[in-house]
């Protein structure tokens, strides 16, 4: 238990228009809609990126201005686009919070571009493992044979997993 939990810090009820923004980009990014302006949605900050809680469950999160679900969000949500998909070999590695490595990518999403956030699923079940920052293109991933793919960011089993309102 050496993981101290998360620290979410200047939370508040985010306005309409933040709303709708944060949700039309996440569209854009993961093929789906998620949250509206009808439900509860406020932000907040943590020491390594902002959260956007929904209903009480943070479901997205805002690295360097840039929006996207968490893994609680893809569960709620889904999400078409911005997969990176890794062999069953890959996935205690990935668990454990592990970057992921080109070897282990499968499949990709082709239209992620190198700095985009994405989403971590294994080959068989397809469930999201993990969130992380593109560090090549999709498509250079898949036919790469060394070197780093993923930067991971946030994965089942974190702290910001493990985050609630208790």
Not at 109 to 117: F, G, Q, R, T
Not at 140 to 166: C, F, N, P
Request: aromatic fraction near 6%.
């Amino acid at each position: 238990m050496g993981m101290a939990e998360i620290r979410i810090k200047k939370r508040r009820r985010l306005r309409s228009k933040d709303i709708r923004a944060l949700a039309a980009e996440i569209k854009e990014k993961t093929g789906r809609d998620s949250f509206t302006v009808e439900d509860l949605v406020d932000g907040g900050s943590s020491s390594e990126f902002d959260v956007v809680f929904v209903d009480g469950e943070i479901r997205a999160l805002v690295i360097d201005g840039k929006a996207f679900l968490t893994i609680r969000g893809i569960l709620k949500y889904g999400a078409d686009r911005g997969f990176i998909t890794v062999d069953m070999g890959a996935v205690s590695y990935v668990a454990n919070g592990a970057d992921i490595m080109a070897p282990g990518v499968v499949g990709a999403d082709p239209d992620v571009e190198e700095n985009d956030l994405v989403w971590i699923r294994d080959e068989r079940n397809q469930r999201p493992l993990a969130i992380g920052m593109a560090i090549m293109s999709g498509p250079a991933m898949v036919e790469a044979t060394s070197g780093k793919a993923v930067k991971t960011i946030h994965y089942v089993g974190d702290r910001l997993w493990k985050y609630d309102e208790s």
